[in-house]
């Protein structure tokens, strides 16, 4: 039960933080995929073909790192990746958006600290400014852009943590929970990451049910 339950939240968090990454990351040598057709639109926002297949191309390499030779094309449709990557990107937008309405800004003084706190961009635990910008070259993006998708990636984990502050492990939750001091505190720690994903998801669900959704999947399958 401990190890599913790890398991679990551990893909969950690890496959949202892919997105993120995706998100920011282009990477070099990608594959131009993209057309004129979005995949989704959420409100105006929009999801376009390229970001969709940098973001499956990620989430296809962490499952294959998973499972190593175990994992084909078989698997891959048995685990829906291409409709787990196109909910992942369409809650990533509903939650920038519920963002957006609630207020929530990430401060420039925020962003600063993000960047140059970044193991990518430092060198002997100190931010090198060389390094970040061969680096943002090398992925070909601006640094204007970087920092764009920084804020929104920062404001999207705001935005989590306001919603995940929301629930808490109750002793109904450890009811049934035994073992030794290790143990318990091992299973209290995942079930409350199983409990932060469900209020995540169910407050995304909800605001889908106000929000226009247009979903093209025949350009995907």
């Known amino acids: 039960m401990l190890k599913a339950m790890r398991k679990h939240a551990k893909f969950f968090y690890v496959l949202f933080f892919i997105v993120i990454l995706s998100f920011i990351f282009w990477g070099v040598g990608t594959v131009d995929k993209s057309t004129g057709v979005p995949v989704a639109e959420i409100g105006r926002e929009k999801i376009t073909l390229e970001e969709y297949w940098r973001t499956y191309d990620r989430m296809r390499d962490f499952y294959r790192e998973i499972y190593k030779e175990k994992f084909d094309e078989e698997m891959e449709k048995k685990l829906k990746l291409k409709e787990k990557v196109l909910d992942s990107l369409i809650d990533e937008r509903v939650l920038l958006l519920a ?4 207020g929530i800004k990430v401060k420039d003084a925020e962003l600063q600290e993000a960047i140059m706190n970044d193991p990518a961009f430092t060198r002997g635990g100190v931010f090198n400014r060389d390094i970040y910008l061969r680096t943002l070259q090398l992925n070909r993006i601006t640094p204007e852009f ?5 804020r929104q990636e920062l404001t ?3 935005m989590r943590r306001l919603i995940e502050e929301s629930v808490d492990v109750t002793d109904a939750d450890m009811k049934q929970v035994s073992g030794d001091e290790q143990t318990v505190k091992a299973l209290s720690q995942a079930i409350l990451l199983d409990k932060r994903e469900k209020a995540v998801k169910s407050y995304v669900e909800g605001l889908k049910q106000n929000m226009k959704i247009k979903v093209n999947t025949q350009i995907i399958s």
Do not use: H, I
């Open 99 to 102: 963002a957006k309405n609630t």
């Open 146 to 150: 970087f920092e764009s998708m920084k």
């Open 156 to 158: 999207l984990l705001k």
